[in-house]
Structure formats: structure tokens, C-alpha cells
């Protein structure tokens, strides 16, 4: 697989667990910053909201295990009983063309991409405390009580993991929207401007 230090564009990775405000984040950085979005693959069925082409592409496992087997995915990972891919193409073309491509995905898709793609930017977005996290789940009214609490529970773990862990370059609370996007967009001029 092609390293990404072979392209001048940044590849910068939104990473943190279900109702952290990943998504949030990621339209006000797409509005402030000149950022391609790349849409993730999923075998997740449609929910109110998604909007075709602009958040998931839904697909049959069929059609998902298919592209896996010809090497189509950037990163993949099974989430919840579904599985998520993020397709090389656009994303290598847009970084080969100088631009900075933003992916918002899950830890385990995030460690694939620190291995396969080692300058790229990790940033993890936490809750500012674990009640926040459970009322945001809750609001979000589209789980059910069992799977908001499966959400929140595999929440916490992969929390605990991201602080430990050094694979993320960066942790920004998400405790202000106002505030972590501004911290998110210093960090990525940062990274652009030849920082850590």
C-alpha cells in the first residue's frame, strides 16, 4: 500500500467513541478548513438523516466483502454488528493532489491507518465527563435504551485505551464545540505549517 509520505496533502483522522461529537466537529472543520471529506462504505441500513452520498454509501456485506478482497479500503472495521470502510479512492487522490483529506472514523480503524500511514494527524475527541457522554447518547434518539447502553459502555473502553495509548498525536475535549474546533484547527495549521 502506498505510504503517505509519498503525497503532500495531510490526512488527518477524527477519532473517538459514539456520541462524542465526531460528526459536529467534522462539518465545522469542513467550513473553516480546506478539507475533502471522504464518505465511509457501510453495511449499516439508512436512518432518518443520512443524507445519500454525504454521510454513509450503503452497501450489502456482499458488495463491502467484495471490495475488502480487492483491497478497496483505506481502513475498515466491524462497529456494532456492521462494518464501516473507508474507500482508498478518492481519499489517495486528493492527497496525491496536495489536498488535506479528513476521515472520521472508529479506534480500530484509526490504529490501521497510524500503521499503514504513519504521518498522518490522530486527533481524539473525549466527552468532558462520562455523564455528558451518556446525555448526548441519549439525545441523539435514534438507539434504544439496550444499545445506547452498549454504546456507552464500549465508550469507556475504548477512552481508557486512547489514554493510554500513544498512537493518537493529539486528545481535544469536546467540552465547548466553540473551543475544541478552534483547538482541532490550530492543531492541523500546526501539522501544516511543519509541527508535531
Do not use: W
Amino acid at each position: 500500500m502506498a505510504n503517505q509520505e509519498k503525497h503532500s496533502g495531510l490526512l488527518i483522522v477524527l477519532v473517538g467513541p459514539s456520541g462524542v461529537g465526531k460528526s459536529t466537529i467534522s462539518r465545522r472543520l469542513e467550513k473553516q478548513l480546506d478539507v475533502c471529506y471522504t464518505v465511509s462504505a457501510t453495511t449499516r441500513p439508512k436512518r432518518p438523516g443520512d443524507e445519500v452520498g454525504k454521510t454513509y454509501e450503503h452497501i450489502s456485506r456482499e458488495e463491502f466483502f467484495r471490495r475488502l478482497d480487492r483491497d478497496e479500503f483505506l481502513e475498515y472495521a466491524q462497529v456494532y454488528d456492521e462494518y464501516y470502510g473507508t474507500p482508498k479512492h478518492p481519499a489517495l487522490d486528493y492527497l496525491a493532489q496536495g489536498r488535506n483529506v479528513l476521515l472520521e472514523i472508529d479506534v480500530q480503524g484509526a490504529l490501521q491507518v497510524r500503521y499503514q500511514y504513519p504521518d498522518a494527524l490522530l486527533i481524539f475527541i473525549l466527552p468532558p465527563d462520562e455523564q455528558t457522554l451518556r446525555r448526548r447518547l441519549m439525545e441523539r434518539g435514534r438507539d434504544s435504551p439496550a444499545e445506547i447502553e452498549k454504546r456507552f459502555r464500549a465508550a469507556r473502553r475504548e477512552i481508557q485505551m486512547a489514554k493510554g495509548s500513544r498512537a493518537f498525536d493529539y486528545k481535544v475535549i469536546n467540552d465547548d464545540l466553540d473551543r475544541a474546533v478552534d483547538e482541532i484547527v490550530k492543531i492541523i495549521r500546526h501539522k501544516r505549517s511543519g509541527g508535531i
